[in-house]
Structure formats: C-alpha cells, structure tokens
Nanobody, 129 residues
C-alpha cells in the first residue's frame, strides 16, 4: 500500500516561510505526478503545485502562489518538498501531498485532481497577520 507522509506544517507570521516535506513509501516513477493541494473548510481541494518527471516534464503552480512557492523532488529520498515564502494569511489551510501514478504531463500540469490515487494525511499551515 502506498503511503504519503507529510511534515513541516506549523504557524508563522505573514511574510514568513515554511517548507513542507512529503515522503512516499515507494519509488516515485517518472510518470508519477506529485502534487500539493490545500483545503480550507469546504468540499474542494485546490491544487497548489505539481511536478512531473516523465515526457513533457515540468511544474505547475496556482496563480495565487506563483513566485512565492516552489515544488521540488528528491528521487533518491522518495520525497517532494514545497518551499513556501512570503506567506499570506490567505495561505492558511490544510496542505495535502498527493500522487497520481502512470499519468500524462498534460493531465498533471493543470488545475484539479485528475488521476490522483493517493493522499497524505494533511498538515496544517496557519499564517497570522
């Protein structure tokens, strides 16, 4: 069973930084889309950042975090990261790591939860003004 374990959440003042980590229990394949989502109270999760290492490799960022957040991947450690800088109160949410195995770049590097099969348990990020 694939498990994703997040760490690194916490509380920070506006303008501060946090780095989230997500360790996967299996090797991250090139055709696996790894992503960070966030959710405030409500039914929908917003795709914040995604990374894809297969054909058409690249990254995706929500407009709200472009220039402030950076997603990266360390395959040797089966870990992805989300570096969050210049945090704002509106970034407050539960952040989830997600994996979509055997998918395509065009489906990964876009908004939404296409092909996501595995989720982490979530980590709270709170930004105070």
């Amino acid at each position: 069973r694939v498990q994703l374990v997040e760490s690194g959440g916490g509380s920070v003042q506006a303008g501060g930084s946090l780095r989230l980590s997500c360790t996967v229990s299996v090797e991250i394949g090139d055709e696996t889309c790894m992503a960070w989502f966030r959710q405030v109270p409500g039914p929908e999760r917003e795709a914040v950042a995604k990374i894809y290492g297969g054909v058409g490799s690249g990254t995706y960022y929500a407009d709200s975090v472009k220039g402030r957040f950076t997603i990266s991947q360390n395959n040797a450690k089966n870990t992805i990261y989300l570096q969050m800088n210049s945090l704002k109160p509106e970034d407050t949410a539960v952040y989830y790591c997600a994996a979509a195995p055997r998918t395509l770049s065009s489906r990964c590097l876009a908004p939404g939860v296409a092909d996501v099969e595995f989720w982490g348990q979530g980590t709270q990020v709170t930004v105070s003004s």
